[in-house]
C-alpha cells in the first residue's frame, strides 16, 4: 500500500498524508523510506536520543569506515544514521569504533 492508497489518495481522509506503517521498502515510493527515516530520527524520545555533538562523531566514525556501504553498515545491516541516533547503540564490529 502506498501513502496515498493508505488515506484514499490525494484529499484523502484527513486531507494530508499519512505513513503506511506496513509497507516495506520496496513498496514506497523512491526517496520516501529515507524522509520515513529522518522523520523517525527527529521523532525519537530526547531521554534515548543521541545529542547532536554524539551523533556527528558517531556518523564520522562510520564515513570513515570500509563497512559504511550506501548508507548501511555491512556488519549489522542497519542504516548507520538510525543506529547512531539511539544513545545506547554502539557500532557493531569486533574492535567497535564508537
Ligand atoms: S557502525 Fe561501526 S562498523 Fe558499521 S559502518 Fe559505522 S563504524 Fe563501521
Redesign the pocket.
Known sequence: MTQEQSTGGEGGIEGKLRICKKCLIREMQEGEYFKNMYEYIASLDPDIKSDDTLYEA?LA??K?????LNGM????G?F?EM??AVRKNY???AE???
Do not use: E, S
Not at 73 to 76: K, P, V
Open positions: 558517531r566514525c562510520c570513515d569506515c570500509d563497512n559504511l553498515c555491512r556488519i549489522c542497519c548507520v543506529r547512531a557500532c557493531p564490529a567497535k569504533r564508537w
